[in-house]
T-cell receptor, first 113, second 112 residues
Framework: DSGVTQTPKHLITATGQRVTLRCSPR?????VYWYQQSLDQGLQFLIQ???????AKGNILERFSAQQFPDLHSELNLSSLELGDSALYFC????????????FGPGTRLTVL | GENVEQHPSTLSVQEGDSAVIKCTYS??????FPWYKQELGKGPQLIID?????GEKKDQRIAVTLNKTAKHFSLHITETQPEDSAVYFC???????????FGAGTRLTVKP
């Protein structure tokens, strides 16, 4: 158990819909990272928040957004969903930045029908 | 940006043999190289990491080597066991750049 929690574990929805994925980091970690894992793209970095502020952006679509709240939990919002958004979404946390050990959560499997 | 290539994509070994997975990176500024193990239905789990000021690091049956000049790093697993079967990912990142890039993964199968 990494100490990072993610909900829900599974999510099935239809094209055009909007969903919210939730992540709670390990106690003491200030940074939260979101990753997308698909069969054809592998593990891709989406976005990082540090202590409530956006710190870095990767290959995140404009339809996707995230935020980190004062209690340090984070949410990833995916809107206008397309079939190609079906993937595993992982949250990870670390103390400060990406050169600190990142601990991954169990992931949310999103299926868009 | 950084590009990480990982080989082989699949690796099958007999229990007790050694397994080696290799990665190359493109950005000479990268200075942190973690390795993750991902079991079916789970998130990636860090198994070992190395920083650019070190050439080799070992933790029991697992070791990682780094060649900064050639820009490649390798994972070595000795005395493999069936529970080592999983997908292994290498990654590279650097200070003040939080876009960690992952290799495509190696599916390791250890046959009893």
């Amino acid at each position: 158990d990494s100490g990072v929690t993610q909900t829900p574990k599974h999510l099935i929805t239809a094209t055009g819909q909007r969903v919210t994925l939730r992540c709670s980091p390990r106690s003491g970690d200030l940074s939260v990272y979101w990753y997308q894992q698909s069969l054809d793209q592998g593990l891709q970095f989406l976005i990082q928040y540090y202590n409530g502020e956006e710190r870095a952006k990767g290959n995140i679509l404009e339809r996707f957004s995230a935020q980190q709240f004062p209690d340090l939990h984070s949410e990833l919002n995916l809107s206008s969903l397309e079939l190609g958004d079906s993937a595993l979404y992982f949250c990870a946390s670390s103390v400060y930045d990406s050169t600190d050990t990142q601990y991954f959560g169990p992931g949310t499997r999103l299926t868009v029908l | 940006g950084e590009n990480v290539e990982q080989h082989p994509s699949t690796l099958s070994v007999q229990e007790g043999d050694s397994a080696v997975i290799k990665c190359t990176y493109s950005d000479s500024a990268s200075n942190y190289f973690p390795w993750y193990k991902q079991e079916l239905g789970k998130g990636p789990q860090l198994i070992i990491d190395i920083r650019s000021n070190v050439g080799e690091k070992k933790d029991q049956r697992i070791a990682v080597t780094l060649n900064k000049t050639a820009k490649h790093f390798s994972l070595h697993i000795t005395e493999t066991q069936p529970e080592d079967s999983a997908v292994y990912f290498c990654a590279a990142t650097q200070d003040n750049n939080n876009d960690m890039r992952f290799g495509a993964g190696t599916r390791l199968t250890v046959k009893p």
